[in-house]
């Protein structure tokens, strides 16, 4: 049975997202007023594509794996989405169906709002009108800046980049090392390849590379970054070139 409030870590992630903190107090208290929450399992589907557009949605614990299915079958992952984070609103106004599968990518908390609330919301904060926008534009961007990643920079750039942007999003730091940091999402080098637009034996070649350079550090339940000073100095050397 789902818990029907969300946890102070779980709280403090929605309130902490760089957009929705950005909101004036009286609109955040309206839309988490109607929020409601659910958790997911690990690899539980969420929504699947071609499902009608029900609820915009945040997540508020774990992640959301973002993914496709190829005409042979193949699942093949485009994102994850991070604590904090809101989507699923552009479905909402163009009334079209999902386009994507979601799974809970570990146990996952979500918070939700249907789309009755928030053409309700919508109504009476004008303001959200113009959120959605700048969050539309931040996507937009952050689109634009995969493209041009994709075609500008060498995989090990590529490589560098995504793992600082997920340390700085699931980042734990050791205890043991306090300059060590511990990448808590859980992701098979088959997954870290599918967001690189790479195969997974070239991803592992590179890992292994920058585990000689004690950049990162390869254990059976994850990634360990050793240093992120040498992992941004990667992405920053070939952005030079």
């Given at each position: 049975?789902?818990?029907?409030?969300?946890?102070?870590e779980e709280r403090a992630a929605i309130n902490n997202g760089r957009w929705f903190s950005s909101l004036s107090p009286s609109l955040r208290h309206d839309i988490l007023r109607c929020a409601f929450v659910k958790r997911y399992k690990d690899g539980e589907l969420i929504c699947a594509r071609g499902d009608p557009a029900e609820f915009w949605s945040a997540v508020a614990r774990g992640a959301v794996r973002v993914s496709s299915?190829?005409?042979?079958?193949?699942?093949?992952?485009?994102?994850?989405?991070?604590?904090?984070?809101?989507?699923?609103?552009?479905?909402?106004?163009?009334?079209?169906?999902?386009?994507?599968?979601?799974?809970?990518?570990?146990?996952?908390?979500?918070?939700?709002?249907?789309?009755?609330?928030?053409?309700?919301?919508?109504?009476?904060?004008?303001?959200?009108?113009?959120?959605?926008?700048?969050?539309?534009?931040?996507?937009?961007?952050?689109?634009?800046?995969?493209?041009?990643?994709?075609?500008?920079?060498?995989?090990?750039?590529?490589?560098?980049?995504?793992?600082?942007?997920?340390?700085?999003?699931?980042?734990?730091?050791?205890?043991?090392?306090?300059?060590?940091?511990?990448?808590?999402?859980?992701?098979?080098?088959?997954?870290?390849?599918?967001?690189?637009?790479?195969?997974?034996?070239?991803?592992?070649?590179?890992?292994?590379?920058?585990?000689?350079?004690?950049?990162?550090?390869?254990?059976?339940?994850?990634?360990?970054?050793?240093?992120?000073?040498?992992?941004?100095?990667?992405?920053?050397?070939?952005?030079?070139?």
């Amino acid at each position: 049975m789902d818990d029907p409030i969300l946890t102070i870590e779980e709280r403090a992630a929605i309130n902490n997202g760089r957009w929705f903190s950005s909101l004036s107090p009286s609109l955040r208290h309206d839309i988490l007023r109607c929020a409601f929450v659910k958790r997911y399992k690990d690899g539980e589907l969420i929504c699947a594509r071609g499902d009608p557009a029900e609820f915009w949605s945040a997540v508020a614990r774990g992640a959301v794996r973002v993914s496709s299915t190829s005409i042979t079958g193949r699942q093949v992952t485009l994102t994850y989405v991070e604590p904090g984070i809101w989507f699923g609103d552009v479905a909402i106004f163009d009334g079209e169906r999902r386009t994507h599968d979601a799974y809970a990518h570990g146990d996952t908390t979500m918070l939700l709002v249907s789309r009755a609330d928030l053409q309700k919301i919508l109504s009476q904060h004008v303001e959200l009108y113009e959120a959605l926008l700048r969050l539309q534009a931040r996507r937009i961007r952050q689109l634009f800046g995969l493209v041009e990643d994709l075609n500008t920079l060498p995989l090990r750039a590529r490589l560098a980049k995504q793992l600082a942007h997920l340390v700085r999003s699931y980042g734990v730091p050791s205890l043991a090392d306090g300059r060590e940091v511990r990448i808590g999402l859980q992701l098979a080098q088959e997954e870290l390849a599918q967001l690189l637009g790479a195969s997974r034996q070239r991803v592992n070649q590179e890992l292994k590379q920058m585990e000689r350079e004690d950049v990162i550090r390869i254990e059976p339940g994850g990634l360990v970054v050793r240093n992120r000073e040498s992992l941004l100095r990667i992405v920053e050397a070939d952005n030079e070139k």
